[in-house]
T-cell receptor
């Protein structure tokens, strides 16, 4: 079945550093979504990508839809303490028009002052 | 802004109790979803609904049922709670067609 592999599993960085994480799929996706989950809260949609090669920004966050349609990348520039949380990628499951998603396992980000 | 609300943030129940988790969305979304989230296991889909009174099993439906009598409300029911159902439960909704799901704040359920 479809799988999403997310890396790295966790990151420990200094405030001000840039962060990169990625997500790869065993199959082609036509949509990539990136979510952030704060501790004890529900995931929040950060960025949605709909076209191969698309590059989209949301403040200090930039996400790209890979050309092969099998991967996506999320970058965070100049990290701050409130960037702490778990970042998930997600993509639609095959043959569903009900918005059913597959989620990556998440990248846990820790930012030290 | 899409708003998805869940009836409780924290819930403690005893083994064997019937538990209702309620989810309400205010954006006229077609689809609604129930997930559970456990450390090391990620987000797992329990049930989803693509229309009023319609439901489909997700990856882990055993021990759960759902109800969608109105478009804005999707209920998750644990008929007889067990300790292995202690988890974070997340509800989500989506408009339909663009894959974007919006999540509620979650209910952390503890079954003693």
């Amino acid at each position: 079945g479809q799988q999403l592999n997310q890396s790295p599993q966790s990151m420990f960085i200094q405030e001000g550093e840039d962060v990169s994480m990625n997500c790869t799929s065993s199959s082609i996706f036509n949509t990539w979504l990136w979510y952030k989950q704060d501790p004890g809260e529900g995931p929040v949609l950060l960025i949605a990508l709909y076209k191969a090669g698309e590059l989209t920004s949301n403040g200090r966050l930039t996400a790209q839809f890979g050309i092969t349609r099998k991967d996506s990348f999320l970058n965070i520039s100049a990290s701050i303490p409130s960037d702490v949380g778990i970042y998930f990628c997600a993509g639609p499951e095959w043959n569903y028009n009900t918005d059913k998603l597959i989620f990556g396992t998440g990248t846990r980000l820790q930012v030290f002052p | 802004d899409v708003k998805v609300t869940q009836s409780s943030r924290y819930l403690v129940k005893r083994t064997g109790e019937k538990v209702f988790l309620e989810c309400v969305q205010d954006m006229d979304h077609e689809n609604m979803f129930w997930y559970r989230q456990d450390p090391g296991l990620g987000l797992r889909l329990i049930y989803f609904s693509y229309d009023v009174k319609m439901k489909e099993k997700g990856d882990i439906p055993e021990g759960y049922s759902v109800s969608r009598e109105k478009k804005e409300r999707f209920s998750l029911i644990l008929e007889s709670a067990s300790t292995n159902q202690t988890s974070m439960y997340l509800c989500a909704s989506s408009l339909g067609g663009n894959n974007e799901q919006f999540f509620g704040p979650g209910t952390r359920l503890t079954v003693l």
